[in-house]
């Protein structure tokens, strides 16, 4: 999409099959897109036609098909590559998400680099996939994690983090968008702080890379990831990116097949990175899903993207305000495509389950972010979530659908 071309929100909505349909004989209204994304045509057929007339095993063979796979795959690591503007397909690492990606630098470069009286700094508003490998790569390295807490609003007390960033850091990890609260995290500025203290940092994009440019060299982040699933791509596929050499001196953390030069019963030497982190037959199809949901993506033009979700989402904003009682969780000054809330006498489920008598499909629960909760004094809330395909209408529905919650727990 050319630079200043507005984004028609229908005409994307119209490539997603799985938005045509009903729900409850009513039509379907999709606001979870933060948990998984609807997918595609672009990402469907692509995949189809690989599973059809394409598919065969990669690396491994010798005839045309095979070849041909493996041509596919390497580029599909290129495809991504230049989503995020690596330097090169070689800093790609194919993973089963981003949970495994995190965890796969946790277990490799943590279990080698860190050490007892090392600190593991995160902030307060991560995902549980970025707080629990690490307490667990803590406790066998005896390194410490310690959060940086949050504010009233859902942001980063940036004074906090000033604190608590000192030379005993060597590790800061950072969701770039908040899962739980929308909350965009200044993370270049984080990233400079952090190497300023000679801190590797590791930013969660699961939330981002869907929504606006991710850009690894602007960022000047060591380690980033992201999931497919989210970014319009197939499920059982994440990315992990990381400075070449920093994978270059990483020890792998799974054995098998394809991740190594030589095997022997008295030893084994690896393949170099990105192989030695993919230890066995890889996500083959994934792969070509997640390279076709990228291009389809910079197709749309993530900066025409970015602003048009922003104007779908102040909307939003304005016309939950008009619910009785409601509570934001969330009101940072930069915030994006997330809205969490409360409604008083209802529990998230209660909500849930009544917007979804009306075809409306939101986010009940913790969303995986436990300390959040417990941060703002509430079991679970209710989020709903913009995609490239919501419009004013999903908007209009989700408010008709809470109006009904408020009657009926007034």
Known sequence: MKPGTMVDPYAIRAQFPGLAGTANGKPFVYLDSAATAQKPLAVIERMDRFLRAEYGTVHRGLYARSMRSTQLFEEARGTVARFVHARSPDEIVFTMGCTDAINLVAWSWGRKNLKPGDRILVTGMEHHANIVPWQITAELTG??????????????????FDRLLDGRVKLVGLVHIANSLGTVNPVKELVRKAHAVGAKVLIDAAQSAPHRVVDVRDLDCDFLVFAG??????????????????????????????????VTFAGTTFAPAPARFEAGTPPIVEAIGLAAACDWLTAQGLDALQAAEHQLFTYAEERLREIPGLRRIGTAADRATVLAFTMPGAHAADISSILDLEGIAIRAGHHCAQPVMARFGVPATARASLGAYSTREDVDALVKGLMKVAELFA
């Not at 942001?155 to 906090?160: I, N, V």
């Not at 989210?230 to 001196?249: D, F, H, M, N, S």
């Open 143 to 160: 390194a410490e994690l310690v959060p940086c807490p949050l504010l009233d609003d859902g942001s980063l007390d940036l004074e906090a």
């Open 229 to 262: 699933h989210k970014v319009y791509g197939p499920t059982g596929i994440g990315v992990l990116w990381a400075r070449q050499e920093i994978l270059a001196a990483m020890p792998p953390w799974r054995g098998g097949g394809e991740m190594i030069e030589k």
